[in-house]
């Protein structure tokens, strides 16, 4: 296992077009995030999964944005009707549960998507 | 509402300085701090985790510490090389029940001269 792997790495659209990422995590993480990243900021929080529960999701991550994550395994993250403002680069990263469940782990990333909307 | 302050947002120093980078949070109950490294247009490489409960951590030329009480960590990067040179954030995960987010500051942006 190579670590956590994101495609595309690079996606353009025209403003209005739907685009779907996706995110495949280390294997046995049970735990996935979502975070995008706008030039010169850190990382903004977006959604998170338990195995195939989505239990957390951003203010952020408004009625155009969709998370899934059927079987546990990889993610996609789907943006509707895409807007200038969703350029950014969305980065995927997982983590292992840890003894204390309630804690958190070291959490890996991935590359990320570079998101260009025109 | 947790809040993550990285100073200096840039810094750039000779090959070979040791050089030490901050950051702050404002809410105490966290239950580690994580330090990554980003280079341009890349995602993010885990460097070091602290676990609340510890003061600090070592690897490599990389030294983090943290002091949960006062709200801050350092990572101390020692004979810097131009290798060195990225994006360092710093993320805290806050105890609150029921979220496992990683809140980040803004990073440092460090280059190191040859």
């Known amino acids: 296992d190579t670590g956590v792997s994101q495609d595309p790495r690079h996606k353009i659209t025209k403003r209005g077009q739907n685009v779907t990422f996706r995110c495949d995590p280390i294997s046995e993480h049970n735990r996935l995030y979502w975070y995008r990243q ?19 999701k951003s203010r952020l991550l408004s009625d155009r944005f969709s998370a899934e994550r059927p079987k546990g395994s990889f993610s ?9 403002g969703d350029s950014a680069m969305y980065l995927c990263a997982s983590s292992p549960e840890g003894f204390d469940h309630r804690m958190n782990t070291e959490a890996f990333f991935g590359q990320g998507t570079r998101l260009t909307v025109v | 509402k947790q809040e993550v302050t990285q100073i200096p947002a840039a810094l750039s120093v000779p090959e070979g300085e040791n050089l030490v980078l901050n950051c702050s949070f404002t809410d105490s109950a966290i239950y580690n ?3 990554f ?16 409960s510890q003061r600090e951590q070592t690897s490599g030329r990389l030294n983090a510490s943290l002091d949960k009480s006062s709200g801050r960590s350092t990572l101390y990067i020692a ?12 993320a805290v995960s806050p105890t609150t029940s029921g979220t496992y987010k990683y809140i980040f500051g803004t990073g440092t942006r460090l280059k190191v001269l040859a």
């Open chain 2, 79 to 90: 004979a810097s090389q131009p290798g060195d040179s990225a994006t360092y954030l710093c």
């Open chain 1, 38 to 56: 706008t030039l010169g900021q850190g990382p903004e929080f977006l959604t998170y999964f338990q195995n195939e529960a989505q239990l957390e």
């Open chain 1, 76 to 84: 996609t993250l789907e943006i509707q009707r895409t807007e200038q």
């Open chain 2, 33 to 35: 701090l994580q330090w």
């Open chain 2, 37 to 52: 490294r980003q280079d341009p247009g890349k995602g993010l490489t885990s460097l070091l985790l602290i676990q609340s």
